[in-house]
């Protein structure tokens, strides 16, 4: 992480820093992401020092929480998955403000740790990005799955 200027967000960051007691949960997958130009260094060491193998690739995005983000390669190895995913600027934070929801906009880097909405967070609570939403009102169908999710997971949203 720190060689490349990387972080880790997305669902093993919130779980990490702010899960709900009681609830326990796994995330899914670990989701890297990185500065501009820095993801093929991150996918080569996973490859070649963690042998990882890469599952899919993709610059072309859909969805508007997707915003930020030049290009995803996905990886796995038996039953873990780890998502690389590269920010469109040199930062690689940029894509955090375009989740769909304020309690994944977390990052663990190699030597600190952001939780953007401590408050609400740590309550486990969040606010839908007005993003997620169609005409800014009426949620998407994915993001109707993932609200209920984490809605599972002990969170409630705005």
Known sequence: LRIAGAVISGSVALNVLASVPGIPWCPGDLDIYCPMGQAGRVV???INCEHYAINRC???FYSRDAAGISIIVKL????TNIDVIQSATPSALHPLPFFWATHLMNFLSATSFCIAY???????????N???LTLYKYPHKRTLD??????QRGYDFR
Do not use: E, F, M, Q
């Open 118 to 128: 401590p408050s609400l967070t740590s309550n486990a609570r969040g606010l839908l």
């Open 146 to 151: 993932v609200l209920r999710k984490y809605g």
């Open 44 to 46: 080569k060491y996973l």
């Open 76 to 79: 796995c190895k038996g039953s």
């Open 130 to 132: 007005p993003i997620s």
């Open 58 to 60: 993709s610059s072309t």
